[in-house]
């Protein structure tokens, strides 16, 4: 078979669910916290990264990002990757549209 | 040499193997018209496509045939101005979407893939045939549209023209190719899952051959790009319907936004095109040159490398549109190493038939016409990712050339070569080979006085999409439409004899051409309904041709 | 190569109720099927990237109106909305959890749990479109591109808002459209017709990529119906649970764009000040 990593499929600790949602509630608190800051231009990297931070805890444990196989995990980071290519190009136009030449 | 000798021996010992044809097939061993409807076998859904996109291909040939008969004469004598737009945007409308996307993919990549990898089937069979009956709808939409009153904003929907401005049928057309769009992407997501999870014992990645690394690199841009273009379509129709403006500058919207996220789809849907022709050539040169394949790693490596450097270079087609002048060189220099890998596709195909024992079968002829085309096509392509000659040919018959190099000389050739290599694989039976050849030699010869008098009309200054045009044009315009009739009756002369081949033809061996790999070794032709008898065990690389000959050759 | 290739004999299992046909071992199925729905999502990824990368652009472009236009937007409903949904992919987890140990009736229980958290979200939303819809935040036709007035009415209802609340009144009318239209300021002038625009542009993605959202959440609903009747039949098995595992990942997803949406639409202008 092509398949040849076996995955247990064990399920996972209930517990492991709890602290997770425990976390989830957490960062949306930090996040509504931090929104209301005045962080300049950090603002905007700031609330992304806490809510990169929940999609992590959301893949990782309540999508079984844990146990899946590593071509899951290139899924994963591919889509991150052309997700980024996308935006960083388009904006890289943007941005240096006002620079003199 | 006693090539041919050796070969029919070879291949008797191929046909022992296999074992004889009278037996039930995927074609007879069900002959009601619901069998066919509601089939899950891969095979007869690539049958189903084959004669879909078949009837799409005639009618964007036929519209071809309008324009360029329009383009005769300097005056528009034959059709409007806005039935030209309307021709036009329907040509490349029905050509790219309906028929150069699902062609090799949906229909050869559902024929072989399994076959190739040694799988009963694709990996979601249902999946397969619900992807074929969107494009079937998709189709019907599209063509409703048309029905209705056509398109003229040309197949790029560039806004605000067609999100404000243009009276036609744009959210009809755009609903048709949102549908079509989805079955491109559940159709490439089948084939990676196939891929991955269904391949039999002992085939390893670098065991595979080289159309599914093909159609592997073709399914990751179906399925990472097609979605954005769906996306953009939604909006452009949300624009549309509410008058809200998200790309139209009167309304505060950015148009140039519009094409970034149009060409983030459709530059790398461009190798959604072409990657599978790459693939088959490669599968074409190497058993018609009886030849391991040069290269096979560097070759799979860089199919993959066109599907990623494909979404790294889609803002060379907006270099004249305003973006800034920093991306447009760095966009340039990206641009440029599309070529690297596309060249070295190139070289090692010729180094493959170096020292080769070449036949000249009907698909080797097409294949070699592919090689000139897209070299031609690939080579053009760098006067146009250069800025500066960009602003000179830019929106004129120099990029219509170059891209009908791409696509017709390169993808629609591949795609002949295809279907002739494996048309005694599908049917059981042998086409003419005399009218095969002479079918692609025309078709080479047709698409040439087409296309290249184009280079030269746009390097001149003429101006695409414009239905009128001054006299000293002419000649070379003449030149381009009497070639298009000669091409014409290229594509038409299979619709004639492998047709009647199918019922009248010589009944065909398991493996006709001495191809090694499984579809070939392994199944009759035509397969029967579960491709293999047993399920077999790869224990060698594809094309080693060269220990297999010295095998027969001590036996 | 044929004379090369051996053939094994097929792998037993074939008579196993769950597995198809052209797979050999319910292992091989299980992986393909939860592959397919991870390669789904990266189209998914991919179908909504769209739309995040209009926003990226705009939010580049127009920044300064768009955090004002945020402004607008009510964070305790969205807040709550977070928490409904997020609650919503704790049950779906403990759903599939549920089916990984063969325990069906409480698998078809938490799907149908899920389904209750996800009405309560488009409810909560459809109170909250009503509201946008009463303050004309609605990006419809007639917000055309010389229309100011929409939004020096939002500015205005926004404004009656914070003084009914002041008040401690929580019930509060909104401006008379006359008001705001015999308001016609002519120094706002072009200015005020940009500002409208672009503050136009951060509520029409706001509504497509809310509603886009929706959307996947009513296909959502459909499905994990279906999956509940089946579970509820007993059609799932530690040994076969891959339609519960995928529509969960799916559920999650739905989750995960929320989890972004949330920022980048309600909390973008809190700092200013609510």
């Known amino acids: ?101 | 040499m006693a090539t041919v000798g050796l070969e029919s021996k070879t291949f008797e010992k191929f046909a022992d193997v296999v074992g004889h044809d009278d037996d039930l097939n995927y074609l007879n061993h069900d002959h009601s018209v619901l069998s066919w409807l509601f089939t899950l076998d891969h095979k007869r859904i690539g049958l189903l496509y084959l004669v879909t996109i078949t009837l799409m291909f005639l009618l964007g040939g036929a519209l071809a045939g309008a324009i360029r008969l329009e383009l005769l004469t300097p005056k528009g004598d034959f059709l409007t101005a806005d039935t030209y737009n309307k021709a036009f945007t329907a040509h490349g409308i029905i050509m790219l979407f309906f028929f150069l996307i699902p062609s090799i993919p949906a229909v050869l990549g559902n024929f072989l893939v399994p076959l190739m990898i040694g799988a009963k089937d694709v990996a979601f069979p249902r999946l397969n045939l619900f992807s074929y009956y969107l494009y079937f709808a998709g189709s019907v939409i599209a063509l409703t549209a048309l029905l209705l009153g056509g398109v003229d904003t040309g197949w790029t929907f560039y806004t605000p023209f067609s999100s404000t401005y243009s009276n036609s049928y744009v959210i009809v057309m755009a609903v048709g190719l949102f549908v079509v769009g989805f079955s491109s992407i559940l159709t490439g997501l089948n084939f990676i899952i196939t891929v991955h999870r269904m391949r039999c014992p002992g085939l390893t990645w670098f065991r595979l051959p080289l159309f599914i690394w093909g159609i592997y690199a073709t399914s990751v841009v179906q399925l990472l790009g097609t979605p954005v273009i769906a996306v953009t379509l939604g909006l452009l129709g949300v624009e549309r319907t509410l008058g809200v403006g998200i790309f139209d500058p009167r309304l505060g919207g950015d148009p140039i936004l519009f094409q970034h996220l149009f060409w983030f789809y459709s530059h790398p849907a461009v190798y959604i095109m072409i990657l599978p022709s790459l693939g088959v050539t490669s599968e074409v040169i190497a058993t018609f040159s009886r030849k391991n394949v040069f290269g096979y790693h560097i070759i799979a490596f860089s199919s993959i490398a066109i599907a990623v450097f494909g979404f790294i270079v889609w803002a060379h087609h907006m270099f004249t549109t305003g973006i800034s002048p920093y991306a447009a060189m760095v966009f340039s220099l990206l641009t440029f190493s599309v070529a690297i890998p596309s060249g070295i596709k190139v070289f090692s195909w010729l180094a493959t038939m170096y020292g080769g024992s070449i036949s000249f079968g009907t698909p080797m002829i097409y294949a070699f016409g592919f090689l000139g085309l897209f070299t031609i096509g690939g080579m053009t392509g760098l006067f146009l990712s250069t800025l500066g000659t960009d602003i000179h040919l830019h929106d004129t018959y120099f990029i219509v050339a170059h891209f009908h190099y791409i696509m017709v000389g390169g993808a629609i050739m591949g795609y002949m070569a295809a279907i002739h290599y494996w048309w005694p694989k599908m049917t059981g039976r042998l086409y003419s080979e005399f009218w095969g050849k002479l079918s692609a030699g025309i078709t080479f010869i047709g698409f040439n006085f087409t296309f290249f008098p184009q280079f030269i009309l746009g390097y001149l200054g003429m101006p695409r999409r414009y239905y009128e045009y001054p006299d000293e044009f002419q000649v070379l315009n003449v030149f381009s439409t009497a070639g298009a009739t000669i091409l014409a009756v290229g594509y038409l002369m299979p619709l004639v004899y492998m047709p009647y081949s199918f019922f009248f033809g010589e009944k065909a061996n398991s493996n006709p051409y001495g191809g090694s790999t499984l579809e070939w070794t392994n199944t009759t032709s035509p397969p029967s309904p579960h491709n293999f008898e047993k399920t077999p065990v790869v224990t060698e690389e594809p094309y080693h041709y060269h220990a297999k000959e010295a095998a027969v050759v001590s036996h | 190569m044929s004379a090369i290739k051996e053939t094994v004999q097929d792998h037993g299992q074939h008579h196993h109720k769950d597995l198809a046909h052209h797979f050999d071992t319910l292992e091989q199925q299980h992986d393909a099927n939860t592959l397919g729905m991870w390669a789904f999502l990266l189209t998914e990824v991919l179908f909504f990237g769209g739309l995040f990368a209009a926003y990226t652009i705009y939010r580049y472009k127009y920044s300064a109106m768009f955090e004002e236009a945020s402004n607008h937007l009510d964070i305790k409903l969205g807040a709550t909305n977070t928490v409904i949904l997020i609650l919503s992919s704790l049950t779906m987890a403990l759903a599939v959890r549920c089916s990984q140990t063969g325990n069906s009736l409480w698998t078809g229980r938490w799907l149908l749990i899920t389904i209750a958290f996800g009405l309560m979200f488009l409810g909560v939303k459809y109170f909250e479109w009503k509201h946008d819809y009463h303050i004309h935040l609605m990006p419809g036709k007639d917000w055309s591109g010389k229309d100011w007035w929409h939004w020096q009415y939002a500015k205005k209802a926004k404004d009656m808002e914070k003084e009914a609340h002041s008040k401690g009144s929580a019930e509060h009318s909104f401006p008379d459209r006359k008001d705001v239209l015999a308001d016609n300021d002519p120094s706002l002038g072009v200015r005020g017709i940009q500002e409208s625009q672009q503050a136009r542009l951060f509520f029409l993605l706001y509504f497509c990529m809310t509603s886009l959202h929706a959307l996947h959440m009513l296909v959502g609903f459909v499905l994990i119906g279906i999956i509940a009747y089946f579970a509820y039949q007993g059609a799932y098995s530690p040994d076969y649970y891959s339609p519960v595992e995928n529509i969960g990942l799916y559920w999650h997803f739905v989750d995960i764009v929320w989890i972004f949406l949330f920022p980048l639409l309600y909390l973008l202008g809190a700092h200013m000040g609510h």
Do not use: C
């Open chain 1, 1 to 101: 078979m092509a398949t040849t990593e076996h995955s247990t499929h064990q399920p996972a600790a209930l517990s492991l669910y709890l602290l997770t949602f425990g976390m989830l509630m957490f960062l949306t608190l930090l996040t509504i916290f931090a929104g209301f800051q005045n962080f300049g231009m950090w603002s905007t990297p700031i609330a992304l990264g806490i809510a990169a931070v929940k999609a992590a805890l959301v893949v990782v444990i309540f999508m079984h990002g844990y146990s899946s196989s590593p071509l899951t995990w290139i899924i994963i980071l591919a889509s991150m990757f052309f997700l980024t290519i996308m935006l960083g190009l388009m904006l890289s136009d943007y941005m240096s549209r006002g620079w003199a030449m």
